[in-house]
T-cell receptor, first 117, second 113 residues
Framework: DSGVTQTPKHLITATGQRVTLRCSPR?????VYWYQQSLDQGLQFLIQ???????AKGNILERFSAQQFPDLHSELNLSSLELGDSALYFC????????????????FGQGTRLTVV | GENVEQHPSTLSVQEGDSAVIKCTYS??????FPWYKQELGKRPQLIID?????GEKKDQRIAVTLNKTAKHFSLHITETQPEDSAVYFC????????????FGRGTSLIVHP
């Protein structure tokens, strides 16, 4: 168990709908990262938050948005869903901003599998 | 932005053999290169990492090498075991002070008993 909790584990919804994915980081971790993993596409970085503020953006669509709350949990909002949005969405957390620069290890949650039908 | 290429996409070996996965990156300013292992249906987990000021790092049966001049880094697994079967991802980050990590597309390693 990495200590990072993601809910729900599975989500099935229809095209055009909106969903919210939730992530609770490890206790004490300030940084949260969101990734999308589609079949054969590897891990695509979406966005990073650090202590409530957005710090880095990757290939995140305008239909997607995220936020980190004062208690440090984060939510990823996906709207106007399309079939191509079906993927596994991972959240990772680390203690410091530059975790994936080697300052501290980034720990991944178990992911939310989103299926758009 | 950074581009990371990873090869091969699939690697099949016999138990006890060695496995090598190779990655190249495009931005010479990248300075941190982690490797993650993802077992089927599970989350990615960091298995080893290397910084740009180091040429090689080893942890038991796993080693990573980095050639900054060629912008190339590799993961070496010796004496492979069936439990090594998983998808392995390389990543590069740190270019231009950016925290955005770029992952390779992954290598599916299959170790046959």
């Amino acid at each position: 168990d990495s200590g990072v909790t993601q809910t729900p584990k599975h989500l099935i919804t229809a095209t055009g709908q909106r969903v919210t994915l939730r992530c609770s980081p490890r206790s004490g971790d300030l940084s949260v990262y969101w990734y999308q993993q589609s079949l054969d596409q590897g891990l695509q970085f979406l966005i990073q938050y650090y202590n409530g503020e957005e710090r880095a953006k990757g290939n995140i669509l305008e239909r997607f948005s995220a936020q980190q709350f004062p208690d440090l949990h984060s939510e990823l909002n996906l709207s106007s869903l399309e079939l191509g949005d079906s993927a596994l969405y991972f959240c990772a957390s680390s203690a410091r901003q530059g975790a994936l620069l080697g300052d501290t290890e980034a720990f991944f949650g178990q992911g939310t599998r989103l299926t758009v039908v | 932005g950074e581009n990371v290429e990873q090869h091969p996409s699939t690697l099949s070996v016999q138990e006890g053999d060695s496995a090598v996965i190779k990655c190249t990156y495009s931005d010479s300013a990248s300075n941190y290169f982690p490797w993650y292992k993802q077992e089927l249906g599970k989350r990615p987990q960091l298995i080893i990492d290397i910084r740009s000021n180091v040429g090689e790092k080893k942890d038991q049966r796993i080693a990573v090498t980095l050639n900054k001049t060629a912008k190339h880094f590799s993961l070496h697994i010796t004496e492979t075991q069936p439990e090594d079967s998983a998808v392995y991802f390389c990543a590069a980050s740190g270019a231009g002070g950016s925290y955005i990590p770029t992952f390779g597309r992954g290598t599916s390693l299959i170790v046959h008993p």
